[in-house]
């Protein structure tokens, strides 16, 4: 079946008087549309074989079939085709059925008016236009449901793929979790079996970096390291000979200055060893800078202030206030003696206030540098170590007591721990 004119719609009209076909040819005749003329339901028939045709107009009385047998079997070859019946005499009932039942889409009374004419026309064309692109668009849906449905099956296929890689990452993270676990676990009980004084130093250590770590002053990745070196940190002790170790923790006085090169050395070895615990290379160098000191004086690189890592500056508090072998007061009052000298004064800070290594009236808190805000009032006055007073006690500060501290922080370290009422 060929479509000619693309632009034109064909229309085939059927009647067996040769003047009824010219007459309705010239009522509808319009460059919108191809005008077939058959004078027979046959040569009808074998024309719609070969045509689509959007409406197909057929007289009712003539002779071997009836236009309504004629449009029945139009609609059977072409069901989107507009059907219209032209009669002079029908029972109305019968036409009624034909068209409720899709047969004929309308049906003209002889004799016609041309108004009537040419606006069935119309209407009929534009049935079968809206047919035609209802057809296109349920082409397109039903091609686009299938796409979509392969589409689906893809994804479920690939959601299923993802599940399960997740599933073996999952399984993968747990047992380098089990592995990291089990491999810093092996750690301590290394350095508690060959000098138990190593093990019971890391827990207490331990505790004290956990209160630190526990604030809005660590990334989580922060954490991971300062937790993880507090447990291992003095782990290149074990390469010393235990004698040695204990003469190192008896009688430091006794050493040798080849034995203390010795002890130094043991944060570059410990270093080596947390590569074998940890891949995050920031472990290895907290450990290897945990003896540095805020000055510059400490141990093994000389590295100072705020080029040492955080977590470094944080666990050399926490590792002094445990080896310092003093009782609780003199080791705070040695923290602050060295704060800005061998620690960070912020480290120093974050150590009294999370660790509540002093009892404070309870309006009374302790806050660091970085926490100061408007509106706060001083507890206690800021003098510096040459005996200016700063901020007096009981001023409320402001945004300009705030920037003065900060900037002479930044030139001469405020050492001193912050009080506020609160």
Known sequence: MTHCDPFKRSILIVD???????ALSETISSDAYRIVTCL?????????????FAVVISDQNMPEMTGLQLLEKVSEAQPHCSRVLITGMLVVDTLIGAINSGEIYRFIAKPWKRGEVVA???????????????????????????????????LRENLGLVTEQKSAIDRAHDALRQNFEHSLGLCFRLMSTFYPLL????????????????????????????????????????????????????????????EHALLRHHTIIGQTLAAFVDQLQEVGTTIRAHH?????????????????????????????FVQSGMPKEQACEFLLEESGKGFDPEAVRLFFRTNRMSNLPRNVKEVLMAELKPGM???????????????????VLNEYSISKLTNHGRLNLVTERLMIFG
Request: proline share 4%.
């Open 40 to 52: 027979n339901a046959a040569e009808a028939l074998a024309a719609i074989q070969k045509e689509a």
């Open 292 to 320: 540095e000191r805020f000055d510059g004086s400490g141990y093994p690189d000389g590295h100072a202030g705020e080029n040492l890592p955080w977590t470094a500056r944080c666990l050399a508090v926490a590792v002094a």
């Open 199 to 258: 093990g019971k130093q890391a827990q207490a250590v331990v505790e004290i970096c956990r209160a630190m770590a526990d604030t809005e002053y660590f990334t989580e990745v922060e954490r991971h390291v300062l937790m993880t070196s507090a447990w291992i940190y003095d782990i290149g002790l074990v390469a010393l000979d235990r004698p040695l170790l204990h003469k190192l923790f008896t009688r430091p006085e006794a050493c040798t200055p080849e």
């Open 16 to 22: 067996d008087e040769a003047d009824v076909l010219a």
């Open 377 to 395: 009032e001083l507890a206690r006055g800021i003098v510096t170590p040459s005996g200016m007073l700063l901020v007096p006690e009981g001023q």
């Open 120 to 154: 069935t026309v119309e209407n009929a064309v534009h049935r079968y236009d809206l047919l035609l692109e209802n057809q296109r668009l349920q082409a397109e849906t039903q091609a686009l449901n299938a796409s979509l449905e392969a589409a689906n099956a893809t």
